[in-house]
């Protein structure tokens, strides 16, 4: 017999990837066409560390390895940029989850507590979907990006990335 998978955790990141031009990668979730965001997803567990869960969601949803120092190359080679890419904006949003994916956490959990990071890449990096996850993704400038985002708080992370570009 198999066990339930378990439920969700409510803290998750949300990854803002960009380049250095001020541009951001979308993907298009595959359950929910037209759906546009970032990359997300929630801690694996309690102690995961917020950074930890970023690099790995950036890599199951994108192909894109964040790595420690002694990359190779960060120039449209390879999938890999270095970790120190992967910033921490120090930003947090707490939302309401949406019902359609309510079922996937606890009984009583509607709440979401989300941290945003940022991740400079290259634009030409390849990227590498997980199918099953999202099945398109497209480079915008960072307002068209916010503007075509579903999730308010998605959008207003993308607007903030002047900001932390420091232009």
Known sequence: ??????????ESVLVVIHSADQHVLLIERADQP???QSV??????LDEPLSETARR???EETGIVVADAGVDSVHGESN????????????????????????????????????????????DIPVTLAPREHTRHVWLPYREAADRCFSPSNAEAILQLPRYLGT
């Open 80 to 123: 890999r940029v270095p970790r120190a890419h992967l910033r921490d904006w120090q930003l947090s949003n707490i939302y309401d989850i949406y019902p359609v994916w309510r079922h996937r956490y606890a009984p009583g959990v509607t709440r979401n507590t989300e941290h945003v990071f940022g991740l400079l890449v290259p634009r």
């Open 57 to 59: 969601e950036v890599e």
């Open 34 to 36: 037209g759906f546009w």
């Open 1 to 10: 017999m198999t066990q339930a998978k378990p439920y969700k955790i409510p």
């Open 40 to 45: 997300t997803g929630s801690k694996d567990s």
